[in-house]
């Protein structure tokens, strides 16, 4: 009797057991044949050049300087010491590298001395000439001095005269006596001969005065011989100064050697050919201050760039970090080979490793409401996440995602950007972490159970 309660209490426990076992098998069996599968995805923070990216027209670009200078000496010659090196920063007029240049000091020199032996032509030619104005000045007051005496002689000789008259008209009249008339012919006579030498000097020192007359005017003719050789040796100085001084390469503006092109003991030439020896450069220098982004945008998305425009720029080696920009120059013409034109974008703002050459992501937006050139507009909202587009769902006239929560999926409605690329940007709704149903079935509701694809 008590045997088979024995045995229906092993097969109990035997069909317990076996529930136990196999019924995990049997749920998930009747989930598979009822649920629907779906594929899903976390939600992850996208890069911030990804995130642009979506919400505006992108190109790949390179910094490049603006100011960028391969500096060379004016004249060929061999360098001698060498001031800078690649990451030197230096000023401008700065010397970066000097020239063998033994030959043009003394050239330099001896320009100085010829310059020094014109100085002193000039003072001697100006001695030369106050010698001159002084003797023929002399002269002129000689010859003053002999008129005066020619008019006294003369005023002498017309007394003399007149008393002769006076003493032979006395004597025809038996009033005076042949004696004085003989003393006023002797004093007449006397008074001429007076005049006459008194005329001859006259004459000499009027020949003398213009005889120094011309003097002076050959002593003009020297200072001004002696002026135009001080400047002609002058000029030879400061040609000798200026060919000296391009044996000093300078640096032409503000900025950091980026290339050094030539070491010490090699010849530069600012002609140099490719089959010349001589290096045509010694170094090259980039004005940092001047850098900005040149990019190729194709002829398709021309439209969404315009001047003025605000842009975000991403380095390559830096997608994290952006770097605000103003479109600053649209080329005038195109590349018919690439199909693209050429875009210049002016940075308002840059990191510290920026560097020319440096490629980077750049993001041309177009904000409405914004003035072109204003340089303190905000390009968009930064996206939460990026979804494929196929994840978007309209659900009671609003858009979203299912959201999934173990095995259930809850609708979350999205503030969404536009699609672009098969992708849209999210602007708010979501946290990174959560997961997302991607393409759900048609009749998928909020609160249904799903299962998660795990191909």
């Not at 076992?21 to 976390?42: C, G």
């Not at 002609?232 to 100064?241: H, R």
């Not at 450069?281 to 982004?293: G, R, Y």
Request: hydrophobic share 45%.
């Amino acid at each position: 009797m008590g045997k088979p309660w024995i045995l229906r209490g092993l097969a109990l426990l035997a069909l317990v057991a076996a529930a136990w076992l196999f019924l995990p098998a049997v749920l998930q069996f009747r989930d598979r044949m009822q649920l629907p599968e779906v594929k899903v995805l976390v939600v992850r923070a996208p890069a911030a050049a990804a995130a642009a990216a979506i919400s505006g027209t992108s190109a790949n670009g390179y910094v490049i300087a603006a100011r960028r200078a391969a500096l060379s000496s004016d004249v060929p010659g061999r360098i001698v010491e060498m001031l800078v090196t690649e990451g030197s920063v230096v000023k401008q007029g700065e010397i970066v590298a000097k020239l063998y240049s033994d030959e043009l000091v003394a050239a330099l020199d001896r320009s100085k001395a010829d310059a020094a032996v014109a100085a002193s032509n000039v003072v001697r030619s100006k001695a030369a000439y106050e010698a001159a104005l002084a003797e023929a000045n002399q002269s002129l007051d000689t010859v003053t001095s002999q008129e005066q005496q020619l008019l006294e002689a003369k005023a002498q000789q017309e007394f003399a005269s007149a008393d002769l008259r006076r003493a032979e008209d006395l004597l025809q009249q038996t009033i005076g006596s042949p004696r004085d008339v003989e003393r006023a012919r002797s004093e007449t006579n006397a008074a001429l001969a007076r005049v006459h030498s008194l005329e001859a000097v006259l004459r000499r020192a009027r020949s003398a005065a213009t005889s120094a007359a011309m003097r002076v005017e050959v002593a003009i003719a020297d200072q001004q011989v002696a002026a135009a050789q001080r400047q002609a040796a002058l000029a030879s100085q400061q040609q000798a100064q200026a060919t000296l001084d391009k044996t000093n390469v300078r640096a032409p503006f503000d900025g950091v050697v980026v290339l050094k092109d030539a070491e010490v003991g090699e010849v530069v030439s600012p002609n140099s050919q490719g089959g010349s020896n001589a290096r045509g450069a010694v170094c090259t220098m980039v004005d940092f201050d001047s850098l900005e982004v040149q990019a190729n945008v194709p002829e398709t998305a021309l439209s969404a760039v315009r001047q003025g425009a605000p842009a975000m720029v991403f380095l390559d080696a830096f997608p994290g970090q952006g770097m605000r920009g103003v479109v600053d120059r649209i080329w005038p013409t195109a590349d018919r080979q690439k199909a693209t034109v050429e875009v210049r974008v002016k940075l308002l703002e840059r990191v510290e490793a920026l560097r020319p050459e440096m490629g980077v992501r750049i993001v041309f937006r177009t904000v409405q409401g914004v003035v072109e050139g204003d340089a303190e507009a905000t390009t968009a909202s930064p996206a939460l996440a990026i979804l494929p587009e196929s994840a978007i769902v309209t659900l009671d006239q609003r858009r979203g995602a299912f959201v999934v929560e173990r095995d259930t999926v809850t609708f979350v409605a999205l503030q969404l950007g536009e699609p672009k690329s098969g992708s849209i940007a999210v602007e708010s709704g979501l946290t990174p972490g959560q997961t997302v149903v991607i393409a759900p079935p048609p009749t998928l509701n909020s609160g249904d159970r799903i299962r998660i694809d795990s191909k």
